[in-house]
């Protein structure tokens, strides 16, 4: 039959933290994968497909748990996928030299009911821990085929996929299955322990406990899943409860649960059920598990007295954050520098298809639009890279826990965890790749605060704008002064504005900081480069084409609608050189045109708009179209200003410009500009990448109203409070 | 019984109790922190969190998250 000839498997990737899940996963699938977020959390989802023949396997690399509860969005994200996607066959993976604690998870799978292949993995680093582990004895006791595997070095792969088909196909029963095993070749003898016993072992929960489970079942639909159900409900899981449809089976289930604690007020009952799963897992591993040679103290412990040292460990956490920063934006910037020269170089090649002066709109949408915003969107590709080569190396060596444990006494002040301090400070160099990063932090809620409070540390877009405004303004010997208060300003109000948010829309108990300290290890540089590579096309594929079609957007809100020639140019639109009443065909100077257009543009409407509410914090309506225009990316707020000020393309360190900001504002002005700039609504970027990290539309538009919101307060309080002391005159 | 912040460094302990909700004892339970369990203090600075060996891996807690557990 040609239809069972294409057949795909679809297995789940399963297993604790720091098993090394993920370098199988990588292993296994090479580039063909794909990563996203599962709907609605920001546990992030990852899929490859691998191909024997004719069969193809489709893996789901679940979220790294110890335990299949209903505490953390990765668990219920791992078992609601197999609990309701049904895969053909779940991978457990397994540290060999943390054997016990893995297997909790081992124990939860096969109560769950799907077919499941343990693989055993770091085989190497339990033999070096002088651990022996009688393979053959566990896969018998479990019932269940056990791969070895060294997934660093790619060991067992091919016996793994073998292993797979024939578990799927055992179940399945489908003509071919041989040849998949046959293609594959044989994996070496002595990685190769498959057996299957008699039946899945079951944890057997004893005397005190197994009544009340039986009573559960009888009340649950007959399921694979059914027993594992019914010790969710014994546990009283709130999830496994709302499950079920009927009201009355609901109440029934309640009522068996509190018998069974009350009958046992000693102890909870979930850590009853722990208990005996611990004490099932303790007899399995009996005459498997035994410890040879010395258990001193490990390589990890000796290398951890310096990293964790309560003096050396912040030092020594800051040189290597200095290190990632160096690496991000030390190299990054110079290609971004390059990235940035290109496309305008290529805007000035498509630009020469014109005569000079064109005003031609589909110069404007391709030189200005298109390739302004395909090069907006490729000029962080640079950063974001090597910013995830950075954070790989910080995680895959291990590095990473212990930075969260070193930050831990100095973040946990400001109710965030101790690794929400990295994406913090990548803040300073980029907040689009600083909230990429947040996904080295577990729980939802340290994820949402860090990511809402980012814009605040003054990134390096918004240097330009201090660049410019700061020599305008102040003398020179205050330029340091001025501008160190502009960035602690931004960390203050990031770290007060996350202690307020976990007060308020984040209230509730502290996600418990209970965490791991893997084993340090050398991460591989397939394992490095795969990181990078699907960083990349993450970032090109989903927030690339967000920022693109932003950037076309607000190309057309500045450049439309064109003005008549008979369009009166606002009086004192620049009085140095537009005189009043006078008419936009009768402007020859571009900067003039140029500046007349912006203003007759919606951009430039929004602008005039805005300055009613910009009136009482010391704006005009110029300042509130540059603004407007400053959307697409911060620096942009240079230009626009030359733009709005009739002085034509300008950066920076422009006199010219300055000398006109400084007639028409005055010091207390421009700091107010400064600031609000730093607080207020952050780039197109970073609100398309909010968007999709956070999952939702809705954090990324809270995001932008609230800080610009408290933009207004703070700089309204610094204007009226400046005038008060008398600071508004000229400098 | 005495909470697991006044183990000094280098201590083995027995986990007797934990004090505390749903969530904080579901997370220890699944390291293999149940009471019964024995434990080792590798690191007690006497400030900020600090780590336990429990069944081969090694664990950092919150002090927070400690001073609720009860050994002895």
Partial sequence: ?731 | MMPLTKVQEGTRAVLRAVDGGHELRGRLAALGLLPGTELEVIRNSGHGPFVIAVKGSRVVIGRGMASRIEVE
């Avoid at chain 1, 679809?10 to 994968?33: D, E, R, W």
């Avoid at chain 1, 546990?235 to 068996?256: C, F």
């Avoid at chain 1, 640079?382 to 006494?409: K, Q, S």
């Fill in chain 1, 1 to 731: 039959m040609p239809s069972t000839l294409d057949r795909t498997i679809t297995v789940a990737v399963a297993g604790n933290p720091n098993s090394g899940k993920t370098t199988i996963f990588n292993s296994l699938t090479g580039a063909h994968q794909h990563v996203g977020n599962y709907p609605g959390v920001t546990v992030e989802w990852k899929e490859g497909m691998v191909r024997r023949g004719n069969w193809s396997l489709k893996l789901y690399d679940l979220p790294g748990t110890y335990s299949l509860t209903a505490f953390s969005d990765e668990e219920l994200v791992a078992r609601d996928f197999l609990l309701n996607h049904k895969p053909d066959v779940v991978v457990d993976v397994v540290d060999a030299s943390n054997l016990e604690r893995n297997l909790f998870l081992t124990t939860e799978l096969l109560e769950i009911g799907l077919p499941v292949v343990v693989v055993l993995n770091m085989a190497d680093v339990a033999r070096d821990r002088g651990l022996r582990i009688d393979t053959n004895l566990l896969a018998r006791r479990l019932g269940v085929p056990i791969v070895l595997t060294v997934g660093n070095r790619g060991q067992g792969m091919d016996d793994l996929i073998a292993t797979v088909a024939k578990v799927a196909i055992h179940g399945i029963s489908l003509p071919g299955a041989a040849d998949i095993c046959r293609k594959s070749g044989p994996a070496p003898e002595a990685l190769t322990r498959l057996e299957v016993g008699s039946g899945k072992v079951q944890v057997d929960y004893g005397k005190q406990v197994e009544p009340f489970l039986e009573r559960i079942l009888a009340l649950l639909p007959d399921e694979d899943a059914a027993r594992w159900r019914a010790v969710k409900l014994l546990e009283q899981d709130p999830a496994v409860l709302d499950e079920i449809p009927d009201p009355e089976v609901r109440r029934e289930v309640s009522r068996i649960a509190e018998e069974f604690a009350a009958a046992n007020p000693e102890q909870t009952p979930d850590t009853i059920l722990a208990s005996k799963r611990y004490e099932t897992i303790h007899a399995l591993c009996d005459g498997v598990l035994s410890q040879i040679g010395d258990n001193g103290p490990t390589f990890s412990d000796r290398i951890d007295r310096w990293t964790m040292h309560p003096v050396w460990g912040v030092p020594i956490f800051l040189a290597l954050m200095y290190g990632a920063f160096t690496l991000t934006f030390g190299l990054g910037n110079p290609l971004m520098d390059l990235i940035d020269r290109g496309f305008t170089a290529l805007g000035g090649f498509i630009d020469g298809f014109w005569p000079a002066g064109s005003t031609s709109p589909l110069r404007s949408l391709l030189v200005d639009g298109v390739i302004g915003g395909v090069g907006g969107v490729i000029v962080f590709l640079p950063n974001i890279v090597l910013l995830f080569m950075a954070i790989a190396i910080l995680e895959g060596t291990g590095y990473m826990a212990r930075a969260a444990f070193v930050m831990d006494r100095f973040m946990s002040k400001v109710g965030l965890h101790g690794k929400s301090f990295i994406p913090l400070l990548i803040g300073f160099g980029c907040t689009v790749p600083a909230i990429m990063a947040t996904r080295t932090l577990e729980s939802r809620r340290d994820r949402l605060i860090t990511i809402m409070v980012l814009p605040l540390m003054s990134c390096g877009a918004r240097l330009p704008i201090y660049a410019l405004m700061i020599p305008a303004f102040f003398p020179a010997k205050w330029h340091g002064p001025v501008l160190w208060v502009i960035y602690v300003t931004g960390i203050m109000l990031a770290l007060v504005g996350a202690r307020l948010l976990r007060a308020t829309l984040f209230r509730g108990e502290n996600t418990p900081f209970v965490m791991e300290l893997p084993p340090y290890r050398l991460p591989t540089l397939g394992s490095l480069l795969m990181q990078m590579w699907t960083r990349a096309k993450l970032y090109l594929r989903k927030a690339g084409t967000v920022i693109l079609g932003a950037a076309v957007i607000m190309w057309f809100l500045t450049f439309y609608p064109k003005p008549p020639a008979d369009y009166v140019v606002p009086a004192g639109f620049d009085k140095t050189s537009i005189a009043a009443d006078t008419h936009f065909g009768d402007l020859h100077d571009p900067a003039q045109i140029q500046s007349a257009e912006l203003s007759y543009s919606i951009a430039g409407r929004v602008g005039r708009v805005l300055e009613t509410v910009l009136r009482p914090v010391g704006f005009d309506w110029r300042i509130g179209t540059a603004l407007v225009g400053a959307l697409p990316a911060k620096e942009l707020f240079v230009a626009q200003m030359g733009i709005v000020f009739a002085v034509g393309q300008v950066d920076e360190t422009s006199e010219v410009l300055r000398t006109k900001l400084r007639e028409r504002y005055s010091p207390l002005v421009g700091f107010c500009i400064m600031l609000f700039t730093l607080i207020s609504t952050p780039c197109i970027a970073t609100f398309a990448i909010t968007r999709q990290e956070t999952g939702s539309l809705k954090w990324a538009v809270a995001q932008n109203l609230g800080l610009t919101l408290l933009a207004w307060i703070v700089v309204f309080i610094v204007f009226h409070g400046g005038m008060l002391l008398g600071l508004g005159g000229a400098a």
